[in-house]
């Protein structure tokens, strides 16, 4: 069973364009969330989603960034017009289903760093 | 909001000695995991606790989960270099909407 991937592992792009970063969870998991994590600091909840649905977005800023999880295919989460500061390692985080105890297996990140 | 609060955020001794790491929240879980990250990596999870007082040990990491299930340590005795990384807890509560995670432990081993 593999397990979360990401994809790009690095990417890097210049002010003003889109960044896509995409999540597969593992097979099975129905559940995705999102996190930014800036140099030496802890995860930042971004996004959590569920196939088709956007349960909870209150740590994704209003402008720029969305987030979906469509029924087929994976997660993508896009920034438009990136600035130097979306710079950041982006990871999501997968699960089988929520308030059962399962637990969130993540992805090796997504290295975004704007030029 | 539900917050959970890890303590010490830094944390720097030389290897054999050994450490507690603190989780602590004024909400409930359900169940709290700790993940462990390294440089350039993403999370891993060392282990999920469910029942307030359990106790679970691996290798020389000790995990324990509050008796009213608010708050978790982990315990790492005589500390190896291998041990360096950023330590994580996460909880679930069953009427909240995601996963919370705390701002972790940065953890270093001195040789």
């Known amino acids: 069973n593999a397990g979360v991937m990401q994809n790009p592992r690095h990417l890097v792009r210049r002010r003003g364009q889109e960044a896509r970063l995409r999540c597969s969870p593992m097979?099975?998991?129905?559940?995705v969330y999102w996190y930014r994590q800036l140099p030496e600091e802890g995860l930042k909840f971004m996004v959590y989603?569920?196939?088709?649905?956007?349960?909870?977005e209150s740590g994704m800023p209003k402008e720029r960034f969305s987030a979906e999880f469509p029924k087929e295919g994976p997660s993508i989460l896009r920034i438009q017009q990136v600035v130097r500061g979306d710079s950041a390692a982006y990871f999501c985080a997968s699960q089988e289903s929520m308030g059962q105890n399962t637990e969130a297996f993540f992805g090796q990140g997504t290295r975004l760093t704007v030029v | 909001t539900q917050l959970l609060e890890q303590s010490p955020q830094f944390l720097s001794i030389q290897e054999g000695e050994n450490l507690t790491v603190y989780c602590n929240s004024s909400?409930?879980?359900?169940?709290l995991q700790w993940y462990r990250q390294e440089p350039g990596e993403g999370p891993v999870l060392l282990v999920t606790?469910?029942?307030?007082?359990e106790v679970k040990k691996l290798k020389r990491l000790t995990f324990q989960f509050g008796d009213a299930r608010k708050d978790s340590s982990l315990h790492i005795t005589a500390a190896q270099p291998g041990d360096t990384g950023l330590y994580l807890c996460?909880?679930?509560?069953?009427?909240?909407?995601?996963?919370?995670f705390g701002s972790g432990t940065r953890l270093s081993i001195r040789p």
């Open positions: 989603l569920q196939k088709e649905n956007i349960i909870d």
């Open positions: 996460a909880g679930e509560n069953s009427s909240a909407s995601k996963i919370i």
């Open positions: 909400s409930v879980f359900s169940s």
């Open positions: 097979k099975g998991h129905s559940h």
């Open positions: 606790v469910v029942t307030g007082g």
